[in-house]
């Protein structure tokens, strides 16, 4: 439905905005104009796709082969993009190739970062013999869960526990000032993690 809906709606606004002079005369610079082109696309095309829709044109294809294999989106876009250039380049300029190509790449760039847009969290693994106040810091200040890891020191062997949390990028600064006021010498290791699925984040809390 979706799909049917955008196939309708893109093509009349696209052709509304096409109308408006202040839009069409905003630049002649061909390479200001591929850029903003590219990011622009990006943009929209990534929004439409991470609700679930389709702009009704090339991104058909690729959200099929997503569904069907688990195809990365933005890669299958791209594909179809460098496909269409190359059929392009039999009767276009090597200029107007080559800002094609600058187009397909700035627009396969946002759409990846649009799609994980939202989802992205913060690993954190911190190894300290205060491992159990740390854990329990987690639970009550920062409302977070966490596992713990059994670890062996590498120098000395010896047996500890590693806290692994995963929280919003806005709580890693909160948490590193509750580690350093448990354990200053704390080691904490922080990773970006594109997505997150389960319990308290795309499923709700367990209730206390």
Do not use: C, W
Not at 140 to 166: C, F, N, P, Y
């Amino acid at each position: 439905a979706t799909i049917i809906l955008s196939t309708i709606v893109y093509p009349t606004f696209f052709s509304l905005f096409g109308k408006i002079p202040f839009l069409t005369t905003l630049t002649d610079d061909k390479l200001m104009a591929a850029i903003y082109a590219g990011l622009l696309m990006g943009a929209g095309i990534g929004l439409v796709i991470k609700v679930g829709g389709s702009t009704g044109g090339m991104d058909i294809p690729p959200i099929i082969l997503h569904k069907l294999f688990g195809l990365s989106i933005p890669v299958m876009i791209s594909v179809g993009d460098i496909l269409l250039l190359l059929v392009q380049a039999f009767y276009s300029s090597t200029e107007q190739v080559l800002y094609g190509i600058l187009v397909v790449m700035l627009t396969s760039i946002v759409i990846d970062k649009v799609l994980i847009m939202g989802q992205k969290q913060t690993q954190v693994m911190v190894i300290s013999p205060e491992y159990e106040r740390i854990n329990q810091a987690i639970h009550q200040k920062i409302d977070r869960g966490s596992t713990l890891i059994h670890a062996t020191s590498g120098l000395e062997k010896q047996e500890q526990k590693v806290v692994l949390s995963v929280i919003s990028n806005r709580q890693l600064n909160d948490l590193n000032e509750l580690i350093l006021q448990i354990d200053p010498q704390a080691f904490v290791i922080a990773n970006d993690v594109n997505e997150v699925k389960g319990r308290g984040f795309t499923l709700s809390k367990l209730s206390k």
